[in-house]
């Protein structure tokens, strides 16, 4: 038997065997209570050592207090920026963990890192984040938010804030839920239905989930899409243009393109006509914006302790994920010689038609994901927490794409005389082109970390992380493009450590240099050998003083080497036509072929990272807190997907580029590549506030029980009667019956410094002077992000507001200038949980555990304004095809089932 079939049996017979019966739910006030229970039972017990007794900590209803860490807390003397509890989180109007993070993103984003946070359950590691993502918000006591140095206590790297979020100790729910979401400009749906099943009995954790989402295609006719000419002007009945293009047609008609009348045997006068005055198609009802789409999701785990000192974790995840988009008609080129087959030409000329075949230029892609998770976690000693994980993914893609007909056979029939090019054209003359692209990526890893004290120093322990793991990754990918087949394979072993020391310098608790406050140390250092790269080196520190109890300084610098992904390097090349750019040369948009996939020359990139953080809790008794966050990266060989089309791109990287023989933009290679140098320094400033508001519930109209209590677990009181205790959080008390709650955050991010040096020898891009590498223009100087809310008796509203400043690029000599207007998006989810209305649920009980939620994205409608040099707005810059939804409304309805 393998480990993993050890550990799947262990932890499924000990499910079977500790499940109660189906109609049984447990409160933590009626939990039969144990004398002595597991040390690792973290949902129960919190970081006890091993084999300590009960008495070693006051177990007051779910509330732990081990000295000076709660129940779940994480490792380490570093506290927590914010502390949410279970009332405070009802604000966000969030269904699970997943809802809730995106949530709170203004809160738990890093400028150190692009990635999201590290997310902990009750201060540990998780087997991945199919584990926790759809775990009920119910289910939460408090969310923690933590600073990156955190991070590296528990083995991560320091560019990840810290989430961690502590379960309630006894829990059991099932859900169905099913939503809505359409645009009110129309032409879209998304319906999602899920079912869910979660519990923690006895520190045996369960959960499972299944959803299924549809989303309707949405096309370029449903919305206010203005196309201007191409480099060829393609028609549904077709134009004629000389031969080369862009001179004279004949001698007798002085026009270089003219429209055809769409008659099979034309008169020059009637070419005449319509003389310099070319017919466009209409493509809008053959186009997507955005593609038709179905996705389903099974998720499931299971966690429970194997002995008195050792968790164990199983998880799963599933994904079947499919889309598929049009790219308009097709369109065809042929020569029609001079005075033949009903031509009244004196000259051969070239007539381009669209054929009406929507099927000729598509894509269809299919994705498989499955993950599974295995974790092992534990004590050793008094001391020291270890933990084991294993993991394998696989992620198969399949990708069709049409890339428009063949006109071999057409122009054939043409110049023997057979086929008409100016009159009516069938599909069935031509022959579909079709490209095809195949990847397989998978791989496992095996990664064990070893924390805890190497020795006590006099102002406290001598912390240290000890992480080593293997891991394997191969990526086959195959093409056929333009009938041309081609096959990559590449694979990569890698073999890591890394280690992290925290040692504390001065603790006022301990009175150890007390006149310094708190005032620990940290150093870290990593190394990575991977098969094909060789090896790459991580060094940092860093240090976090606290000279008065309300403020905290901290100060990081990293410096690490970094390998490309196999993805990067050898993802399969996919060619699509029909890709609408804007040209900065010619100030047109014009519809290229566009080459993605990986690139097998791209090499390590070195990042730097220096970063110094404020957070200043001036009050106590009040959940107020001001932070402060300073940001400076510079990235050597930096990694880079292909950027948008400026002048100054395509003088540094012409290679990349492809124009005809007029200098029209027909393809561009946007694979990755590595530049040279990128810098980016940045400020980020905020505050945070929660209070309770409304009078409290007289204790004699609530019965005298605990009841009346929202969230469940009586935790928010017992906070209160324990005189705050929310580390790093407000100590303002918790909210009472009876009253409600509202959060705010507003932070704003200046940015000083963002750069790119494409090659050593080329001028530095500024992006927040005039220069791009991304798709929306160059980098907001200053963003504002602003949240919102508010919950009482039941009914609450959750409110996310985004403004980014204006920006520009500039398009060269010759080339033509672009403004971005600043744009302000606002969101409002606003809910009612009808639980907490008891007068209703007692006239209609199916209310009971039922939830509706009302959301509106994008308010008011913001659109990126565009607008170029001469005045007009560029196709790929319409406020539609920036944003093709705009307002999207949403309705969901929640119901638990037991």
């Not at 099932?174 to 006895?202: C, H, K, M, V, W």
């Not at 008609?253 to 429209?259: D, G, T």
């Not at 000890?466 to 072993?493: Q, Y």
């Not at 996919?574 to 090499?603: C, E, K, M, W, Y």
Request: no cysteine; aromatic share 8%.
């Amino acid at each position: 038997m393998t480990i993993a079939a050890a550990l799947l049996y262990a932890l499924a017979s000990g499910a079977i065997q500790t499940a109660p019966p189906p109609q049984t739910t447990v409160p933590p006030a009626q939990a039969t209570p144990q004398t002595t229970p597991p040390a690792t039972q973290d949902d129960d017990q919190g970081d006890l050592p091993t084999g300590a007794p009960a008495g070693d900590a006051d177990v007051v209803d779910d509330v732990v207090v081990d000295g000076t860490r709660l129940r779940g807390g994480v490792q380490g003397d570093v506290p927590p920026d914010l502390v949410l509890d279970a009332e405070q989180l009802r604000a966000y109007g969030a269904s699970n963990i997943a809802e809730l993070l995106t949530a709170l993103e203004p809160l738990t984003r890093s400028s150190r890192g692009s990635g999201g946070p590290v997310v902990l359950l009750n201060g540990r590691r998780t087997s991945g984040f199919q584990e926790i993502r759809n775990i009920p918000f119910e289910a939460i006591e408090r969310t923690e938010i933590l600073p990156e140095q955190v991070a590296l206590t528990y083995g991560y790297t320091a560019d990840q804030r810290v989430v961690n979020i502590v379960l309630k100790a006894q829990f059991r729910q099932a859900t169905a839920e099913l939503s809505n979401r359409a645009p009110t400009q129309g032409g879209r749906t998304s319906t999602e239905a899920e079912t869910s099943y979660f519990s923690i009995i006895d520190g045996t954790r369960i959960n499972v989930s299944l959803e299924r989402q549809h989303d309707t295609a949405l096309f370029e006719s449903e919305r206010d899409i203005t196309r201007e000419p191409g480099s060829q002007p393609f028609d549904l009945i077709g134009n004629v243009a000389g031969i080369p293009y862009g001179t004279p047609i004949d001698p007798a008609l002085a026009a270089v393109v003219a429209a055809n009348p769409g008659v099979a045997n034309p008169t020059l006068a009637q070419f005449a006509a319509g003389a310099n005055a070319p017919r466009t198609g209409n493509l809008s009802d053959y186009r997507t914006l955005l593609p038709r789409g179905d996705t389903t999701t099974l998720n499931a785990s299971l966690a429970r302790d194997l002995n008195s000192t050792t968790k164990g974790t199983v998880s799963l995840n599933l994904v079947e994920a499919s889309s598929f988009s049009y790219g308009g008609l097709p369109g065809v080129t042929l020569i029609a010689p001079a005075g033949r087959n009903g031509s009244p030409f004196s000259r051969d000329v070239a007539v381009y038609r669209f054929i009406g075949d929507a099927g000729a230029l598509t894509r269809d892609t299919d994705i498989s994901t499955a993950n599974l998770g295995l974790l092992l976690d534990g004590f050793i000693g008094d001391n020291w927490r270890w933990t084991l994980a294993g993991a394998y993914d696989r992620v198969e893609t399949e990708t069709t794409t049409g890339r428009g007909l063949s006109a071999t056979a057409a122009q054939a029939s043409v110049t023997a005389g057979t086929l008409n090019p100016f009159g009516a054209l069938s599909p069935s003359s031509f022959g579909r082109l079709v490209d095809s692209a195949n990847s397989v990526a998978s791989g496992g890893n095996l990664e064990a970390v070893f924390m805890g004290n190497l020795l006590q120093a006099p102002a406290g322990g001598f912390y240290s992380t000890w992480k080593v793991g293997f891991d394997t990754r191969d990526l086959n990918s195959e093409s056929t493009l333009s009938g041309v087949f081609s096959e990559r394979a590449i694979g990569r072993d890698r073999a890591y450590g890394t280690v992290n020391f925290s040692l504390p310098i001065a603790s006022r608790s301990r009175e150890i240099l007390a006149g310094l406050g708190d005032l620990s140390v940290t150093a870290n250092a990593g190394y990575d050998e991977a098969s094909d790269i060789g090896g790459l080196v991580t060094l940092g520190a860093g240090a976090s003083w606290s000279p008065i109890e309300a403020l905290s300084l901290s100060a990081s610098y990293k410096d690490e080497e970094g390998a490309p992904t196999i993805q990067q390097l050898n993802d399969p090349t996919i060619s699509t036509p029909n890709s609408s750019v804007f040209d900065f040369r010619t100030g047109r948009t014009v519809q290229i072929t566009r080459v993605s996939g990986g690139n097998a020359n791209l090499s390590p990139e070195d990042r730097q990272v220096l970063a110094l953080g404020v957070n200043f809790r001036p009050w106590s008794e009040q959940d107020f807190s001001v932070s402060s966050n300073y940001t400076r990266t510079i990235v050597n060989d930096a990694i880079i997907a292909f950027p948008t089309i400026t002048a100054d791109l395509e003088a540094a990287l012409p290679e990349r580029f492809t124009r005809d023989a007029t200098g029209n933009l027909i393809a561009l290679d946007a694979r990755p590549l590595n530049f040279a140098r990128t810098e980016r320094a940045e400020l980020r400033t905020g505050f945070n506030v929660s209070r309770a508001f409304g009078t409290p519930t007289p204790p004699a109209a609530m019965g005298g029980g605990r009841g009346g209590m929202a969230g469940g677990g009586g935790g928010g009181m017992m906070m209160m009667m324990m005189g705050g205790g929310r580390p790093g959080g407000g100590r303002g008390g918790g909210m009472q019956p009876g009253q409600g709650r509202f959060n705010l955050s507003i932070y704003h991010t200046v940015r000083f410094t963002d750069t790119v040096s494409i090659r050593d020898s080329l001028p530095e891009l500024d992006l927040l002077d005039g220069d791009a590498t991304g798709a929306r223009g160059g980098t907001s100087r200053n963003e504002i992000q602003v949240q919102a809310g508010v919950f009482r008796n039941g009914f609450g509203s959750f409110m996310n507001a985004n403004w980014r400043q204006a920006t520009r690029v500039d398009g060269g000599a010759g080339g033509s200038d672009l403004a971005f207007s600043d744009q302000t998006t606002v969101n409002l989810n606003v809910f009612a949980d009808l639980t907490q209305r008891t007068s209703w649920v007692e006239k209609f009980p199916i209310l009971k555990g039922t939830r509706l939620n009302f959301g509106i994205q994008n308010l008011f409608d913001s659109r990126t304004e565009v607008t170029s040099s001469t005045g007009t707005v560029p196709l790929n810059y319409q406020p539609d095809f920036l944003d093709p939804q705009g307002r999207v409304f949403s309705i969901s309805l929640r119901k638990i089932l037991f």
